[in-house]
C-alpha cells in the first residue's frame, strides 16, 4: 500500500547547465529553485510584474 500523498508542482520552466552540460531538475527541485529566485527578485525594485528571469553565475 503506498501511503505517500501524490504532490503537484507547478509547472515552470527552468533549466540548469553546469559547465556547459543540462542537469535534469525533478519536479520538486524546479518548484523550489524557481521559488527561491523567484522570491529574492520579488524583493528588488522591480518595474512591471516579472514575465521571465534570466540569471547567469560563473566563477
Known amino acids: 500500500m503506498n501511503c505517500k500523498?501524490?504532490?503537484r508542482?507547478?509547472?515552470?520552466?527552468?533549466?540548469?547547465a553546469?559547465?556547459?552540460?543540462?542537469?535534469?531538475?525533478?519536479?520538486?527541485?524546479?518548484?523550489i529553485m524557481s521559488n527561491t529566485v523567484t522570491g529574492m527578485v520579488k524583493s528588488l525594485?522591480?518595474?512591471g510584474p516579472i514575465k521571465k528571469i534570466c540569471l547567469k553565475l560563473s566563477k
Do not use: M, Q
Not at 508542482?9 to 540548469?16: A, G, H, S
Not at 553546469?18 to 518548484?31: E, I, K, M, T, W
Open 9 to 16: 508542482y507547478p509547472e515552470c520552466n527552468i533549466e540548469l
Open 5 to 7: 500523498p501524490k504532490r
Open 45 to 47: 525594485t522591480i518595474e
Open 18 to 31: 553546469v559547465n556547459g552540460r543540462s542537469v535534469p531538475l525533478n519536479p520538486f527541485v524546479r518548484a
